[in-house]
């Protein structure tokens, strides 16, 4: 064995290809090692590093030499395996680049790290979560622990990638897995066959469902076939006007209060739209087909009412929300990236979903033409028995959070939420808000006071230091929706919902979920 240990970047070809030639751009220089496989590499020219000239220009001239260099190369191997054979890819310095696009196994090294995973040896992660907008972060502890060291949120989290120390002495200490297995062992090109061996063995194992089986919940889809495929399915749907499961919604956070409307024209003589629509977008298209160009380059435009000029904009394709099935899978359009969804988990959140009762409560259908905040002020003179708690946030814990209580509170003992339906974003935040003022009401006895300040005599609390029975309490979670079908909501969304329902629920809250249908009186006959 070597003394000296080499790192490692190891991917797995995909199966459908099987020649070298298949993988890499014609011209490259490439050199065959007997009874190994063919390594391409890419001749390296020093150079002055940029910052040299662009920062001193000529104030180093004469003085000093400088000079950098990148390095490509990258190993192309057949392993076999009884019948089949398997190309992989070890990539140096730059070699990965050499690669052509989408011939790579995607989330070939995670698999390969949650299998070998020590137990309680993670030290680092990328995850991207969902249900607002998406949020990529990359989060390491101080020292090796488990996943629940990083508050994962195993229905809205989707990993990237895992370091952690490996069980499996032949990938060597500390490995780190995404779509390419790093890793530092004392392998050299001599050995490196049985080394790419067990990383197969690895890869095929199923270790990682007995604490890892969520990783299989949600996944990005990154093959550029099946991203097209799921682009074509969309224009075809769009085309036919097909568009259910199909929605147009802000994808970030917006200031309602501020919203005047939205056009698809930033002239100011175009239709101004109270809302988002996919319909009517279609409509504004013409006779045009719709293809993926039209939507990456069609801009949306959030008009503001205060300046009565544009506040902010998308394209229409961030602005996209859809919901395909693919090869008996559920695939996701979120903020213009797709996303894969395992049969079994959409299975338990879409029943989840149905299983949520509806709330008998009687809210008036919502104008076209208010606001949330209006028409929060509005209800009480329409619901007897209710208030309104919208826009006078309680002032309570660390830095000085802000907690929303609830929008409307009936004798009845209705905590109402209302959110105007914009994407999974905005209603992600509605089940959050009624989270924490749910947890809060009955945990926290310096909360109540301050809120019981707050709530007109007909709906103070005699004791604000008696814990409420929350089994008596309903939190409504009521979205207001123009669409004249029952409520549906986006696939995150109904996971967010779903969560907020357990915990909720583990306090003896009774939840429920309301539809507020939305008046126009331009349309209404």
Known sequence: MIDKKNKLSVCLIKSKYTEFDQLVEPGITSIEVDGIGTVYLVESIPHPPDWVKDFFGHALDGKFQLLTASSKGLLLTKVKVEAETHIFAIAFGYGRHLLKDDVIEERFGLRVVLNSALPNSLRSIDKTTFGSV???????ISRAGAATSFGIDIEQDLIGSVTCTSKDPRLGGTITGRDALSVSVKIDVTKVHDFLLACLERYNASDYKIDFDWIDQIKDVRDRKTLDTLDTLLLGRLNAKTLDKIWMAPPDILDWVDVKGFRYAK??????????DAPTFLTTLGDESVTIDILRNTLVFVISIKTDDVWDKWSAYRCLYAELEYEGKVCILHNGRWYEVAKSFTDDVLKAFSDTPESAIALPDYDSNSNEGAYNLAVPALLAGSCCMDGDPIVHGGGHSRIEFCDLLTTEKHLVHVKRYSGSQQI????????????????DAAFREKLNAKLPMLHKLADVNVRPDA???????????????????????KVSLRNARKRLEAYGYRVTKKKISIFDDTTAA
């Open 134 to 140: 998406p949020k990529q972060s990359k989060e390491q």
């Open 267 to 276: 002239r100011k003589r175009s239709e101004l739209q109270n809302d988002m």
């Open 428 to 443: 992600s935040h509605l089940f959050s808000q009624g989270v924490v003022a749910g947890e809060l009401f009955v945990s």
């Open 471 to 493: 089994r008596g309490y309903e939190v409504v979670f009521a979205i207001i929706s123009k669409s004249k079908k029952p409520l549906d909501i986006p696939f995150f969304s």
